[in-house]
């Protein structure tokens, strides 16, 4: 696997695997990889000839300095780790070469980034498409990978795929979980042992609502979905939605509705974290 740091040379590189008629899959991530990327990683190896990955921590999406200066960073580990699921280029550029001046640019996705996380994190969404854009020019991929965790996130740069013309399809693929349920995450390595037992009751609480889903009211729903992580110790829950799948905009009555996401954004200690499961009623 070759490593490949500054934007110029991925750029030559790319231009002569595009040249020779390569296809080439894209799996954009900011690092700290887990089994949730690896499948990304091996889904795009068997689906192109060439996979290409990316880790950029990106600042531009993060709304809190905190979260961006503890975001886990484990490069070494993350080049063994990529050497295994058969990934042929590492492209980790700097944010200095990334961002050659502050971008002024604003993206708007309307009603799909006014709910969930776009609410709770303002300007996340427009430093994800600015960034994702960036790396679709420099990576030029046939197809880029996204895991489905990040529900809003796949659904905006679908999006900003279909609104900006890119020539690339987006594949998602499902949340990898633990044994315990809990959704495979890069922030999970900063949760302590005793957190990551507690993080275990996001799943949960997805289970019980789902459930009850077709017995109870949504309210009632999110009342207990409340309580129940009301319950749990450094568990303090930012949201929990009921949502339509494709508009993402909040279901209050499931009369005549046939999926829904159940999302839920959570801190557990001082880790956000997030996750949702799909439910066909
Ligand atoms: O999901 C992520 O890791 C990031 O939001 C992404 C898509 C790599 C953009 O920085």
């Known amino acids: 696997m070759e490593v490949i740091k500054q934007v110029s ?15 080439i899959g894209f ?24 996979t290409i990955c990316s880790i950029f921590v990106n600042p531009t999406q993060f709304n809190n300095p905190d979260d961006y200066k503890l975001y886990p960073r484990t490069i070494e580990q993350d080049i063994e780790l990529l050497k295994t699921v058969g990934c042929d280029y590492l492209f980790a550029p700097v944010a200095e070469d990334v ?15 006014t709910v969930m996380e776009g609410a709770h994190r303002p300007g996340h969404f427009n430093g994800v498409a600015i960034v994702v854009s960036k790396l679709f020019h420099f990576v030029q991929p046939h197809r880029a990978y996204f ?4 529900l809003q996130q796949v659904t905006i740069v679908k999006q900003l795929v279909q609104g900006l013309s890119f020539d690339l399809e987006v594949v998602s693929y499902p949340t990898i979980r633990e044994e315990s349920g809990l959704a495979m995450s890069s922030r999970n390595k900063r949760l302590t ?3 990551r037992q507690l993080a275990a009751g996001l799943y949960r609480a997805l289970q019980l609502a789902k459930s009850h889903l077709t017995i109870k009211p949504v309210s009632t729903i999110k009342e207990e979905v409340s309580a129940y ?24 009555d499931l009369t005549g509705v046939q999926e829904v996401a159940l999302c839920l954004a959570a801190n557990v200690g001082p880790v956000r974290l997030i996750d949702n499961i799909l439910v066909n009623l």
Request: aromatic share 6%; proline share 4%; hydrophobic share 35%.
């Open 193 to 195: 042992d005793k957190q």
């Open 229 to 252: 992580l009301n319950t749990l110790d450094q568990v303090e829950l930012e949201y929990f939605e009921v949502a339509d799948v494709n508009t993402l905009q909040p279901v209050d």
């Open 147 to 150: 895991g489905q965790k990040d």
């Open 9 to 23: 040379t991925i750029r030559e590189k790319v231009q002569a695997l595009r040249c020779d008629g390569k296809r």
């Open 99 to 113: 961002y050659q001046q502050q971008p002024l640019l604003q993206f708007s996705f309307g009603s799909l980034e």
């Open 27 to 50: 799996v954009p991530t900011m690092g700290a990889l887990h089994e949730g990327h690896l499948q990304l990683l091996r889904a795009s190896a068997s689906e192109n000839d060439v």
